[in-house]
């Protein structure tokens, strides 16, 4: 298993932070979104994937760099069943170590959405990106 960045933004494999990996992980290949919560963010909108996922922290991998103390939204397509409706874990989060476009963060805040209301939200964010 590949090791994940630490809180220095090594690839250490959390180094003097085992505390942090106490939970569970899991290695999922997810697709996301994330989007910055911070406005003074240069970048708008990046798709990408979890590699390791937890009930509390995440590896991700993005088409654009993060930078460690960013504050970010990642809306991740969560597996169902065939016959569920479509759901998305969304989580805000704050990078804590990166590492080219991988990036290792930790969750403030997590909960599942509806498709629809996914949908939504991406049109509700691109409205008030045009206005």
Known sequence: MESIPNLHGGLAGWTGAESHRAENRYELSLDLVAHPIDASSVWQESAGRTIHLSSTAALIE????????????????????????????????????????????TFIRRYFISEADRERRMRRRAAYRTA
Do not use: H, T, Y
């Not at 065939?82 to 963060?105: C, H, M, Q, T």
């Open 62 to 105: 993005l088409d654009c760099v993060l930078k460690p103390g960013e504050r970010v939204e990642c809306c991740i397509n969560w597996p169902m069943p065939a016959d569920r409706p479509a759901k998305n874990l969304v989580v805000e989060a704050i990078v804590v170590g990166a590492n080219g476009n991988r990036a290792s963060i």
